[in-house]
């Protein structure tokens, strides 16, 4: 998981990711957590799926992810073809210019979305946080079951 967690908020998000995938009972799935400034070219290779996680600023994802994507994409365009993901989105706006991007440049690395950005739009709603568990246990459980 590679996620971008400035605030309170956006840290309940990437616990209820995490949370969700921990609650699949698995001795198959391993999930590590970086900080986009923290995860490299070697994480991404060593991953079999990844949940990328951003805010929305000024239409587009956090500086944090692209720098991610930056660093990590001439090492992995050849290497990780496939790789299944997904993402979310927390969006003051409507997301819409963030999840463009985030599909924009997977779809040039050959990433495999494995269902649309969850887009967290507007004020604060608490079930923004249930939502990101839901989307931890169908990863761990889709890896769990082969199905990615």
Not at 33 to 38: H, K, L, S
């Amino acid at each position: 998981m590679v996620a971008h967690a400035p605030s309170r908020n956006t840290q309940k998000l990437l616990q209820s990711v995490e949370a969700g995938a921990r609650s699949i009972e698995t001795a198959e799935v391993q999930l590590v957590i970086r900080t986009p400034f923290e995860a490299d070219a070697n994480d991404v290779k060593s991953a079999s799926a990844l949940v990328l996680g951003t805010t929305e600023n000024l239409g587009y994802m956090s500086g944090a992810l692209k720098d991610f994507f930056d660093r990590i994409y001439n090492p992995c365009l050849e290497v990780t073809r496939g790789t299944p993901y997904a993402a979310y989105i927390r969006a003051g706006l409507d997301g819409t210019g963030t999840s463009r991007a985030i599909e924009s440049i997977t779809a040039g690395l050959g990433w495999r979305a494995v269902q649309k950005p969850l887009v967290l739009k507007g004020e604060w709603r608490d079930y923004f946080a249930d939502s990101c568990g839901e989307l931890g246990a169908a990863m761990a459980a889709g890896l769990d079951g082969g199905i990615f």
